[in-house]
């Protein structure tokens, strides 16, 4: 079982930037592909970005690509989400989320641990 725990959200203006991180109990974490998404109000869960099991091949929605960046410190258990120029649009609730494999996809079903999610809100 891993638990996961996101932190770093808040309020901030557009053009700012946030750093979430999503700390993960459990010995395996290492070998578990993470991925981040999103859920605004009145809308469906969106993929944000993944990163497999060792860090070295990341994915990003075409929505935040070259804004935010996912990495990961596995001797920490810990992965991050560095959001740049954040704009609005990107207000939302952020959730990271475990799938028991090396590599996954932008499918939410693909995963199976999930955090409890941190908000974001970016003022105009």
């Known amino acids: 079982q891993v638990q996961l725990v996101e932190s770093g959200g808040g309020l901030v203006q557009a053009g700012d930037s946030l750093r979430l991180s999503c700390a993960a109990s459990g010995r395996t974490f290492s070998a578990y592909a993470m991925g981040w998404f999103r859920q605004a109000p009145g809308k469906e869960r969106e993929f944000v970005g993944l990163i497999n099991w060792n860090g070295d091949i990341t994915h990003y929605a075409d929505s935040v690509k070259g804004r935010f960046t996912i990495s990961r410190a596995n001797a920490k258990n810990t992965i991050y989400l560095q959001m740049n120029s954040l704009k609005p649009e990107d207000t939302a609730v952020y959730y990271c989320?475990?799938?028991?494999?090396?590599?996954?996809?932008?499918?939410?079903?693909?995963?199976?641990?999930w955090g409890q999610g941190t908000q974001v809100t970016v003022s105009s």
């Open positions: 989320a475990g799938d028991r494999a090396l590599y996954s996809g932008t499918d939410p079903e693909h995963y199976d641990y």
